[in-house]
């Protein structure tokens, strides 16, 4: 937007304005208006709406107007050579000359001295007033003569039938006072961009920034320091020693330089840097920034999660676990739970029942599910590489280390969630670094001595029996109990039947969907034939049985009922006579006889946990008949 000038005047001096503007070659929209005085109160509102940038007047004006409105004014200066030169104008008119200015304008020069050189009768008419001014061009009208002065007093001379003659000129006062008002224009803008940069620069920042004067009065302050301390309104001008009372404020009211100084305020710690503001060797106040503790944190596992931790995510949900039986929805309830917490979860189960799947659900459904989920098999790495994997090392802790040294997972994993599996298979001496985390949450790293806070949550997973393992000094007491907070221990699929179902029906769908849809009408008899399936490797085998059906079938020109189920049992043939050992524990009674009773009840109860309470796969399991069946589940007390 081009700026604005407005000039006011009176009449003549309006005129002669009009006249002169039109010549100017400019940039800069120059409107004219006439008024005088009070009657310039009436343009003023106009003025502010168009946003005009500055307003050209004569000194009677200013006066009145500076004191109603914040638009800059300049006003004419007159010159000696203005005076002069209405001088010679006059004198063809009369050589008795007033020159009427008011009391607050100074003449720069004794203009009496030509009275004698030009034989000119010279009177100067000062006033205060409009009054006092006609009062005295009335009395100087009774001799006749010619008037000099501004537009009220020419006004005035007509008035009195006296000759007058305008004082401004055009070269000297009219263009001197726009090219002026250009100037005062440009650098006012250049100082309002400016201001707009520095205020822009410092609110867009995060960090509160605060500055005071040598008496501690705050000069300026942003809008995220506001935010911080909870501060409201205009604070410009006032004393931080009112909100900066406790103790450990008081350091930033001492003047002194502050480096990444903590600051407790409002219940937040805040990381505060101060530096003095220096004026020609003189300390003229001092700048403040905070930063909030909380967000530095933030920013830091920001960064660890986005270039460190990047692709450590954990992917599967609660809602893909696929199950249908009841014994895995109260597994998924309590799992869902223990989420909820931050204690250490031990994961027990056979190979191949799926883990880790529940590791991921755990950390997926917890309140660091936005951070690093880094999952790490013991039991596949040399212990060496798995310590400097998990702690990290220094440069030239081991031949070939990296020469900048490496992080551990341990740390990359910090606020997230570390996920042991096969924990059983570490050795004595790694649990005993193991168990410093989980019990001080901080590591060392090889070759280092610097103890590094690290913030996780430990996940184990195990498919051995970790207090056999104790039992026979394989495994440490002290970490066994650590990790054996939270227990979630996850069934084999020989004692989820029913899940073999919706397990097969959703690996089929998407593995190969035209083959699923081909053999939809009998996949139920496939279902059928699995579930006979004993899955001593659990759902991972029984994905692998069914990847080598799906290639088997896909070299047969048609899929019959038939051909399927021979193609199924050709796959499972391998496995399908191999007998499952499952170790249960029996109770030795106070007699034989009672003993044998309890016995049977074990044996009874771990089969009918195995197909989920189904009578019909129970009966043909056992060979026994369903009334003899029931009758025994009955005189056990197996099923409520």
Known sequence: MKPKIAVLGYKDFIDLTKGIIKNVNTNVNIDVYQCLLEECFDVLPKLVEEQTDIIITGRANQQLLEKITNIPIITFKITSIDIIAAIKKALHHSNRIAIAMAKFEELEYDYSILSELLNIQFEFISYNTQDELESKVKAFSSSGGTVIG??????????????????????NTILEAINRAIEIIEFNRREEKRAREFEAIINSVSDGILATNEKNKITLINHSAKKLLALDGNMTGKDIGTFFTDKNQQIMLNNKLLNDELVEYNQTTFNVNQVPIMVKDNKAGNVTIFRDITEIQKLEQKYRFEKEAKGLRAKTHFSQIIHQTSIMKNIINKSMRFSKTDSTILITGETGT?????????????????????????????????????????????????????????????????????????????????????????????????????????????????????????????????????????????????DIAPL??????????????????????????????????????????????????????????????ELLKECMEFDVESPIHEKISIPIMENYKSSLIEAEKVILTSFYNMFNGNKVKLSKKTGLGRTTLYRKLKELNIEQ
């Open 504 to 565: 097969t029906k959703q690996f089929i769908l998407d593995s190969n969907k035209s083959f699923y849809y081909s053999i939809k009408p009998f996949i139920n008899d496939i279902c059928t034939e699995l579930e006979s399936y004993q899955y001593p490797g659990n759902i991972r085998e029984l994905y692998n049985i069914l990847e080598r059906f799906i290639i088997l079938c896909a070299e047969e020109e048609e899929i019959t009922k038939k051909t399927s189920l």
């Open 150 to 171: 501004t537009t009220v007093a020419v006004n005035y001379a007509k008035k009195y039938s006296l000759n007058c003659i305008l004082i401004y000129s055009l070269e």
């Open 354 to 498: 799926g883990k880790e799947l529940f590791a991921q659900s755990i950390h997926n459904y917890s309140n660091r599910k936005d951070n690093p989920f880094v999952a790490i098999n013991c039991g596949a790495l040399p212990e060496n590489l798995l310590e400097s994997e998990l702690f990290g090392y220094e440069d030239g802790a081991f031949t070939g280390a990296n020469k900048k040294g490496k992080k551990g997972l341990f740390e990359i994993a910090h606020n997230g969630t570390v996920f042991l599996d096969e924990i059983n298979s570490v050795s004595l001496h790694f649990q005993s670094r193991l168990l410093r985390v989980l019990q001080e949450k901080e590591v060392v790293r090889i070759g280092g001595s610097q103890v590094i806070p690290v913030n996780i949550r430990i996940l184990a997973a195990t498919n051995e029996d970790l207090m056999f393992l104790v039992k026979n000094n394989k495994f440490r007491k002290d970490l066994y109990y650590r990790l054996n907070v939270l227990k979630i221990q996850i069934p084999p699929l020989r004692h989820r039947i029913d």
